[in-house]
């Protein structure tokens, strides 16, 4: 297990996307760029469906721990919508097409 040092290291670092990820991300914020409100949790596990990924998955794309979706999932907590669009974004912006 990463020490929370070492988790924030690993978040910051640029990681190269291979086209099958990047079009899952590009789907990814086209799915969420259709909320105008809040996600809930049946919107993020239908978009994660709809994305035929696991939460596992989903996590490894958004360089998240898949418990994180799971969380989402079950509505323990779930992420600004403006913070998932941003993520994506940059994800697709830091890594070399």
Not at 3 to 32: F, G
Not at 38 to 66: H, K, T
Not at 84 to 91: E, H, M, S, Y
Request: aromatic fraction near 4%; hydrophobic fraction near 40%.
């Amino acid at each position: 297990m990463l020490s929370q040092r070492e988790d924030c290291k690993e978040a910051h670092t640029i990681r190269v996307l291979s086209e099958q990820d990047r079009k899952k991300i590009e789907e990814l914020a086209e799915a969420i760029a259709q909320f105008e409100r809040a996600l809930e949790a049946i919107d993020l596990e239908a978009i994660r469906n709809d994305l035929n990924v696991s939460q596992d998955g989903l996590g490894r794309l958004l360089g998240i721990p898949g418990q994180t979706v799971l969380r989402w999932e079950r509505a323990y907590s779930v992420p600004k919508l403006d913070s998932l669009r941003k993520f994506c974004v940059k994800l697709l912006r830091q890594s070399p097409a």
